[in-house]
């Protein structure tokens, strides 16, 4: 079974997405999005550049 993006509205009324492994645990969640088109665009997002995103560990960064 695959991860999936679960879309919700917070108590404010806005929409928030968050990326949910298959395993159950939640592994991102999104900034508050005024319409749920909005919403949506950010998960097509995140599907477009996540393959393609660099891991930067700023761990090793000089003191």
């Known amino acids: 079974m695959a991860g999936k993006f679960i879309i919700s509205k917070d108590k404010r009324g806005e929409f928030r997405f968050k990326l949910v492994a ?3 645990q ?4 999104s900034e508050a999005y005024t319409t749920k088109a ?14 393609e ?3 930067v560990d700023e761990t090793l ?3």
């Not at 939640?26 to 969640?29: F, G, R």
């Not at 909005?38 to 393959?51: I, L, Q």
Request: net charge positive; glycine share 8%.
């Open 38 to 51: 909005a919403c949506v665009n950010g998960v097509e997002s995140v599907r477009k550049h996540a393959a």
């Open 53 to 55: 995103a660099t891991i």
């Open 61 to 63: 960064a000089a003191v």
């Open 26 to 29: 939640t592994i991102a969640v």
């Open 22 to 24: 298959a395993n159950g």
